[in-house]
């Protein structure tokens, strides 16, 4: 059960890592316009689009707000 739930969330990381990338080249945002806006470091941010680390939950909503999805689009939750 454990490696089964890590799999998933490694997934749901990855999913999340591609589709901000995805969101903010759509929008023609560069890295640091983003992390300015939500208020962290660039590297902080790049950490996210690498899929080395998830925002925490009010950056999140920051990040969702800012790229005009839904946190659940952003993770492909169903």
């Known amino acids: ?3 089964s739930l ?3 969330v490694y997934e749901h990381c990855k999913t999340f890592a591609k589709n901000i990338r995805f969101e903010r080249n759509s929008k023609g945002l560069t890295q640091k316009e983003i992390a300015d806006a939500i208020g962290i470091k660039t590297q902080s941010y790049q950490a996210y689009e690498s899929g080395v680390s ?3 939950s009010e950056n ?3 990040l969702a707000i800012i790229l ?3 946190i659940d689009e952003l993770f492909e939750l169903k």
């Open 60 to 62: 999140l909503l920051k």
């Open 6 to 8: 890590n799999n998933k």
């Open 54 to 56: 998830l925002p925490s």
């Open 1 to 3: 059960m454990e490696k």
């Open 68 to 70: 005009e999805v839904s």
